[in-house]
């Protein structure tokens, strides 16, 4: 189970996540976001995720940026993400934001909220 408040600031749609690591909560607030984004016309968005357990595997990271790819990104977009559990491999998030990246979905990974906003807030689309 998962948990995820959703507020608009204004210029970006702001999503904090919490609940358990898994596959398939992470597809499901992928969509819950596509959702918001599609409710307020918000192409801009920063995901603070603090889920608990292990961090996803490359491999399950790879199956969620493939289907979030074919939804989720479909529109025009820049997502700042932020994963607050310290546990969680950075370098397995690199390997996100590279996934993502080569499939042409604007995701940068951030270490903080404020660098995350400092970029959306710089971003036109």
């Not at 597809?27 to 596509?34: E, K, P, S």
Request: aromatic share 8%.
């Amino acid at each position: 189970m998962y948990s995820i408040s959703i507020e608009h600031t204004g210029s970006f749609l702001s999503c904090k996540i919490q609940g358990k690591n898994k596959v398939e909560h992470v597809i499901h607030y992928l969509n819950d976001v596509h959702c918001a984004m599609e409710e307020h016309h918000c192409g801009k968005v920063l995901i603070e995720e603090n889920l608990s357990g292990p961090g996803l595997n490359l491999l399950n990271i790879y199956h969620v940026i493939r289907t979030a790819k074919k939804t989720v990104f479909s529109l025009p977009h820049a997502i700042a993400y932020v994963d607050s559990n310290p546990a969680h491999d950075h370098n397995n998030m690199k390997f996100a934001e590279t996934v993502a990246r080569n499939r042409h979905i604007n995701m940068r990974l951030f270490i903080n909220i404020k660098d995350a906003s400092e970029w959306l807030e710089g971003i036109l689309l």
